[in-house]
């Protein structure tokens, strides 16, 4: 393994550690509605991404949402069962993958985070699927899978953007 990907995975858990600990400080702190822990999420990004150039903002704001949804539904009240809030916690946070990784596919240039992007689609998936099967929950009806979307500064269509699979 490259020390760059094992970086990746390190920065990867840091960062969801990090807004795990924040929401659960957040949520000690103050009694909320789901909404208003989306807005401190996006506040949060806000103030982070506020400098980036306006071509990159559709970017950044599809990524705000996929994080701060994520962020939310990994949110559970425990059951009881450890597997089954481990499985609770994991999909939404495969499905903030593959969310992030579809924006990739739209507006990314470069070929081979293109590819990886693709990747992460399949093998969240996969692992998505896994999860559910191993607790006997019912998979979600399949629908086609883009194979391939030229980045947004190529492609002036908006119906090939509609197309990309989104979980309920």
Known sequence: MSSAFRI?????????AVGAV????????HSVSRQSLADYFSAICANTFGSASTAEAPYLA??????????????IRPSGDVDADF???????????IEM???????????????M???????QLQE???MRLSLGQALPPSVPSPDHFPPAAMND??????TLVKEP
């Open 8 to 16: 990746s995975i390190i920065s990867h858990g840091a960062a969801i």
């Open 22 to 29: 924040a929401a659960t400080a957040y949520l000690t702190v």
């Open 62 to 75: 599809e990524n705000v949402s996929a994080m701060t949804k994520m962020m939310i539904d990994m949110g």
């Open 87 to 97: 499985v609770a916690m994991m999909v939404p946070h495969h499905q903030g993958a």
């Open 101 to 115: 990784a579809q924006a990739e596919l739209r507006y990314g240039r470069n070929e081979p985070l293109r590819r």
């Open 117 to 123: 992007a693709q990747e992460i689609i399949v093998t």
């Open 128 to 130: 998505i699927t896994a």
């Open 157 to 162: 269509s908006k119906l090939d953007n509609a």
